[in-house]
């Protein structure tokens, strides 16, 4: 355990006044791991442009602790991770019997940090809901997802966040042959949102897709970065992100897609637009590219640019004031990676977050779907 | 009620209008005919309030009011109508949001009392028709995916829906089949009327043997070099536009 000087010690001494219950040897040997590796800094090139400093002096508070699931931490686990497993106070511990079929979605909602492993058995079909607390000061939640052999799971992640909020949320997954993960992410407003997805190929023919959208408003910072290794052969990763900057807001997207030796015939695209709608905006979009395979094939493309003023002419041409044709243009822009969401009621639910967000009071008939 | 007066216009530092005057009197069709790159796109845009040009000398009036003073959203609930030689593709806007939302921003403007979603779907269905356009394509996005005979055709379903006093078509005969300039010609000739007016852009006589206008006009080098009625369309077509350049 750390000195009593260490800028760490505070998690310690929380860690002390957790109910005796909940100080479980899992959590204790987490907080081994996080006293030794301390939250990221912005050295890290994966954390250049998120400071975690302030949270750094947040001390979680006593909670109603319950059991979550223990497992060994991954192999590459941070001081986040570490931080997560020590002080989460609940989580879903799901594991779906083989060819099941989930209407209903599960559901990671609720405030405080939480952790979450979810199994997904072979040729089983489940969806998953992740609410974060639009609130939350501080809260993480951490994703350990299974799918197995032709297991399929689709997610709808959404953050609606006061401009006070602090959001941190990872999902780790690991594919199985020709297993299917489709992510949809809605990140709106709030202070700070850190969000990676970090997904394994790990056997033939799995495929990922992520269907993105962020809106950075007021000061803040909404930072994704994603990491897709193909470690097998026929594997699909797609990535279809929209980002739009309003006031001060920045925004980030790093999307690292690795191509293992082997992983012949992967088939992978990530297409990043951007839409910056102040002067002080900013967004950063990087793709990483790392290929060690000769028969793939990599897409990727990202674009940053303003309303497109051909289409503003167009809709104000036929009577639309330019204020109402500037929100068309822009909610028309931010739903696009949505609409392909293939679940309805996800596809609806993210559809209306976003048009309810942009102040919108378009009516039901004015979108696509 | 529309008086074009000497207009000069250019792009950046190019003049393309070198004094363009020209009255359209209500009930009545005029054609400008010329070569590419006469100044008929950039006369239409100018009249219709898109930026990026500079009117460097004359005006426009319509009915009376300055035209060139007025914001593209007002010249539109005036009565003022662009079909636009390549529509814009919206993805993800409806064409039925779309329709109704420019007449009710329309019809406010006018201080008109805006059409409810029921009463505006039966009147938009109705033209949908008579364009002889599939009534889903009001739940496709905004020519999304169109083709160029089905974005024209749906710049006339936008004009039969917003019920324009002066109709200002750009080459919208381009790209259109035998069939689909046949429908597309019914709908303007729909709109004909003692009240409206209409102003065909086009490089063709093709769409005047269905439209026919009262007048024709030839814009060369950014001026109206000659005027005349239907008959000058069709010598025109004989003989192209090199012996007028030349005059």
Not at chain 1, 267 to 284: G, M, T, V, W
Not at chain 2, 168 to 189: F, P, Q, R, W, Y
Request: with cysteine; net charge negative; charged share 25%.
């Amino acid at each position: 355990m750390g000195s009593m000087n260490s800028p760490l010690q505070h998690y310690a001494d929380a860690f002390e006044r957790l109910p005796e219950a909940a100080r479980t040897t899992h959590r204790r040997e987490a907080l081994q791991r996080l006293l030794a590796l301390g939250l990221p800094t912005p050295d890290l090139e994966d954390w250049k442009y998120t400071d975690l400093a302030a949270l750094r002096e947040l001390t979680p508070g006593p909670s109603d602790y319950r059991t979550i699931p223990e497992g060994a931490p991954p192999a590459d686990a941070d001081g986040l991770d570490a931080f997560n497993a020590t002080f989460a106070v609940d989580g879903l511990d799901v594991e779906i019997a083989a060819k099941a079929d989930l209407a209903e979605p599960l559901l990671a909602t609720g405030t405080g940090h939480r952790r979450h492993r979810i199994r997904v058995g072979r040729h089983a079909r489940a969806l998953l809901r992740i609410e974060l607390d639009p609130d939350a000061e501080f809260q993480t939640a951490f994703f350990d997802v299974d799918l197995a052999e032709g297991a399929s799971l689709q997610v709808l992640r959404t953050q609606d966040a006061t401009p006070d909020a602090q959001l941190i949320t990872r999902i780790r997954a690991r594919l199985g042959r020709d297993a299917k993960l489709d992510v949809s992410t809605v990140d709106l407003g709030g202070k700070l949102g850190r969000h990676d997805l970090n997904v394994d190929l790990a056997e033939p023919g799995a495929e990922v897709r992520l269907r993105g959208l962020f809106v950075a408003s007021g000061s803040g910072l909404i930072d994704n970065h994603t990491r897709f290794d193909h470690r097998a052969p026929h594997g699909t990763s797609r990535e279809l992100v929209r980002g739009l900057a309003h006031d001060s807001g920045r925004g980030v997207f790093n999307g690292r897609i690795v191509v293992h030796p082997g992983a012949q015939k992967t088939d992978s695209e990530q297409r990043i637009a951007n839409l910056i709608l102040s002067p002080k905006a900013e967004i950063n979009a990087k793709p990483e590219l790392e290929i060690y395979a000769d028969d793939v094939k990599c897409a990727h493309g990202a674009t940053f640019g303003q309303l497109d003023l051909t289409a503003l002419f167009y809709l104000r041409s036929r009577g639309l004031p330019e204020a109402e044709a500037r929100a068309l243009l822009t909610l028309a822009f931010a739903m696009e990676p949505l609409r392909q969401i293939p679940n309805a009621a996800f596809r609806n639910e993210a559809l209306k977050r976003v048009a309810t967000h942009l102040r919108s009071d378009l009516d039901e008939a004015a979108l696509v779907s | 009620m529309l008086e074009i007066n000497n207009l000069h216009a250019r792009v950046e530092d190019k003049e393309i209008l070198k004094g363009v005057t020209l009255s359209i009197k209500a009930g009545e069709v005029h054609a400008i005919m010329g070569p590419n790159g006469s100044g008929k796109s950039t006369l239409s845009h100018v009249l219709a309030g898109r930026e990026g040009y500079e009117v460097t000398k004359g005006g426009a009036t319509f009915q009376g009011q300055d035209l060139l003073a007025m914001e593209p959203e007002a010249r539109a609930a005036a009565g003022v109508f662009l079909g636009f030689q390549y529509p814009v593709e919206i993805p993800g806007v409806t064409n039925l949001y779309f329709l109704k939302a420019a007449l009710n921003a329309q019809r406010k403007t006018r201080g008109d009392k805006e059409l409810d979603a029921a009463d505006f779907l039966a009147y938009v269905k109705q033209r949908v028709k008579q364009m002889q356009m599939d009534v889903k394509m009001l739940h496709r996005g905004v020519n999304e995916d169109f083709s160029g005979g089905e974005k024209k055709r749906n710049e006339i379903l936008q004009m039969l829906v917003l019920q324009p006093k002066l109709m200002i078509l750009d080459e919208t005969d381009s790209g259109l089949d035998i069939d689909a300039l046949k429908v597309v010609s019914d709908g303007i000739n729909a709109m004909r009327s003692k009240d409206t007016a209409t102003l065909l852009v086009t490089h063709y006589q093709r769409l005047l043997d269905y439209v026919q206008p009262d007048f024709v006009h030839v814009l060369a080098g950014g001026r109206i070099v000659k005027s005349g009625g239907p008959d000058l369309a069709r010598e025109l077509e004989e003989k192209g536009y090199g012996w007028l350049a030349a005059a």
